[in-house]
């Protein structure tokens, strides 16, 4: 019986994050005061951030010891599995191998506890009574609620509209942590009444929900705000990930020549491939890494490496970054973890010095990959992660076609059990795809005055 | 840092299944004929099972072989993890020590998927197109249309109505694994129609939903039958989970005092228990086996010991079992796993025998126990599941109360992703209780006309 999956013991959870910024060649450049357009300090960033969080923002250090209460935390459900795809490989006829890293096993369903477990624990030192944050299809507000509960800090979730009606289990798993959730934009705070006054049936947005939330945490002394992505130390603490891949990988006798991620703000991206990504980078092994977005929100296809806030208001930093404009919004694809309109910082240097790669593929092509991924492996992926396997399949054809054999890793982010909606429609037939107009992209960008660069 | 997980490795997956059959005293009396009230033979059974199932069902044989194509499935997420409950027993400030194995790793949620991969693959290997089922809450009949879907045989589901309006998700996720569902009872068979004609608005019930699906089964060459609890064959193959948990218990240097499961037809409960009571039955050391059923539905606390049917309409084998009455209609509690009138043979038995024992407890202290569980293991339990965390708290605090430490070991049967609208219910206090009243369950007990033991 050939080995499917690639299991790991507790005792070997890794012990450090790694931080990509000590092998990088070219930095990314600093974030910038919204207001004055100059390099932000640590102390502009105190109202939001607990202290531990800004250090590792711009530490240079390349490892970063995980804290043991941390750890013992993540081992309710790390390490997690790799999988040698035998099931898709037979579906698909081809001479490629194919693993993938199972993050769904977590509580709350995805790999988004790897960054809320250390953000609660941080700001639970720091004497922090409650955080505040957004989340969009609610996978990020039900991994915060997580992590707070078992910190014994209180969470208040503001969630996109659109998704708070319409995928009301998520918001009951954040009550059932002990999340507040509240529809945004709310009249909770100045951000939310500024748009509802402009447009009372507002369906919200990530942009949006992350102004009301940032807003909650400057106007509260004991509040603090946590974000789930694009941040360098978000993406540090997801390359727990990768970390564990590599030890699997190892253990299956293998190296991967391309590593595939979906790409919402890159977190999922950073933390399975930073890993090895650090081998290329100190002129190890190489591996081809593969972001993959949907053409609905094409950043890192199709926009422009700029300055640009991370919200819509304008509330954020400026942060370097590959982006469609904080206006820009994007069609109702069910990939919600994936309408955001930038990159962080790292991953957009990365991209910008061509030591990434990225792709962008139609939802119908995702749903497609999707199904024949659970009815071949067992497992139904959530939309995000079905980016991650239509692309895996692109560049098995392409392997066989070009008569080679590939050995390719993926990140299955998550499961799908909240989002079975989706697959409702896409088995009636009811998906569709959304194309983006050239000028819709320019007349976005062409709306900010943040700093070119 | 105190190890929480106890995990094997891919290549620890038991060989073996335990027939606890080969151990009991006293073996169960044999099935009847439902128009004879004969033993039934092999004959008999063929139009609804494979032969393999068959012999399995009457083997005596202490250990079964377990195929490698099964093995091979049972990898995707077996062997399941074991913990050692930290959270929980800090949260309870007891001196004993709780262990829980961990079965909604499944990519079904549930233990279900256990019994249904080798039905699947032994109706495969014999030539089957296709298998009909009934599901109530949904557990069951997703778990065999995933395991249907890798075997590349068809799935036809019989899903009881008022699940089927209430819980969309789990028919939608039979549908993405190719299965076919019905809203019972049905216009398609005549056990339905039957039904239908008496009352049209009929919210159906297990016991209907079985008998539509055997209708079926017997009705055509190349379908058969599976049944998801209350069988021998079914029972045997969840003893992978307490084979796996006896392995694990070794490697944490333990041995349980107290086992608890969940009980709806036995599945769950013997999965975990068999290999455990085998030491009991065998001159080893003993453990006391602990039941728990809804008080809604108290067959084994409260019912009789006599055969009686597996459905409602009467078309099964009559089975020597505690029953409530073929014809009793538990209250609709959130636990829809646990809503069956009767026990399996076996377990009967061994409860008649003073082997086991059982408990019953109200819904509103397990929502409240399994609110707990989630805030201090982070995992959210199904209802079903919750009914053992109820009374592993209720062990534990009359341990503490003794002034002893005692080790209890429960099986977590599956996650409550598709359950988070009863939780919802319990957090705004909707949740009731529902009271049997004892001439309720004379009544339905007195309509039986089948042979009493």
Redesign the interface.
């Known amino acids: 019986?050939?080995?499917?999956?690639i299991?790991l013991?507790?005792?070997e959870i890794p012990t450090h994050w790694y931080n990509i910024l000590a092998d990088m060649p070219n930095k990314p450049l600093p974030p910038l005061h919204p207001g004055t357009h100059q390099p932000i300090g640590p102390d502009d960033l105190a109202p939001l951030f607990p202290m531990e969080l800004i250090k590792q923002e711009v530490s240079t250090e390349k490892w970063i010891e995980i804290p043991?209460e941390v750890?013992?935390?993540y081992?309710?459900?790390r390490p997690t599995p790799m999988?040698r795809a035998y099931?898709l490989e037979k579906a698909l006829g081809t001479k490629s191998k194919i693993y993938y890293k199972y993050e769904g096993?977590s509580?709350a369903?995805s790999h988004k506890p790897n960054t809320a477990v250390p953000q609660a624990y941080y700001n639970m030192k720091e004497g922090v009574k409650k955080i505040a944050t957004e989340t969009g299809a609610g996978q990020w507000g039900s991994a915060l609620s997580?992590a707070c509960?078992?910190f014994g800090i209180a969470c208040e979730v503001f969630m996109v509209k659109v998704s708070y009606e319409g995928k009301?289990?998520r918001k009951?798993?954040m009550?059932?942590?002990?999340g507040t959730v509240h529809a945004s934009p709310s009249t909770l705070t100045n951000a939310g009444k500024t748009v509802l006054e402009k447009d009372p049936n507002s369906p919200g947005s990530l942009g949006i929900a992350i102004s009301e939330a940032v807003e909650v945490a400057a106007m509260n002394a004991d509040t603090k705000y946590s974000l789930g992505s694009v941040l360098n130390h978000v993406l540090m603490h997801q390359t727990i990930i990768g970390l564990e891949a590599l030890k699997q990988m190892e253990k299956a006798g293998d190296y991967p020549d391309i590593i595939v991620a979906p790409f919402g703000g890159g977190s999922n991206f950073a933390g399975i491939t930073f890993p090895f990504l650090q081998h290329n980078l100190t002129g190890g092994k190489k591996v081809r890494a593969i972001a993959v977005e949907p053409t609905s929100c094409p950043k890192l296809t199709r926009g422009e490496f700029r300055y640009d806030f991370g919200d819509t208001v304008g509330m954020t930093p400026l942060i370097p970054m590959y982006t469609l404009g904080h206006n820009f919004i994007p069609s109702p694809i069910h990939a919600g973890g994936l309408r955001y309109h930038g990159a962080g910082a790292i991953v957009s240097q990365l991209l910008k010095d061509g030591i990434i790669e990225a792709d962008a593929i139609n939802q119908t092509e995702c749903f497609e990959s999707g199904?024949l991924f659970?009815?071949a492996?067992?497992?139904?992926p959530a939309p995000e992660a079905t980016h991650a396997i239509a692309e895996v399949i692109r560049q098995a054809k392409q392997a066989d076609k070009a008569g080679v054999s590939k050995t390719i890793l993926f990140n299955l982010c998550g499961h799908g059990?909240?989002d079975?909606?989706a697959?409702?429609n896409y088995?009636a037939g009811k998906i569709i795809d959304y194309e983006v107009a050239k000028e819709d992209i320019n007349a976005s960008l062409a709306e900010l005055d943040t700093p070119v660069i």
Chains 1, 2 share one sequence.
Do not use: C
Not at 1 to 5: C, H, P, S, V
Not at 175 to 178: E, L, R
């Open positions: 019986m050939a080995q499917r999956k299991t013991q507790e005792s043991e750890r013992d935390i081992s309710i459900w999988y099931g096993v509580p369903g997580f509960k078992l009301p289990y009951i798993m009550n059932t942590w002990g199904l659970s009815g492996e067992g497992i139904i059990h909240f079975l909606g697959y409702e088995l």
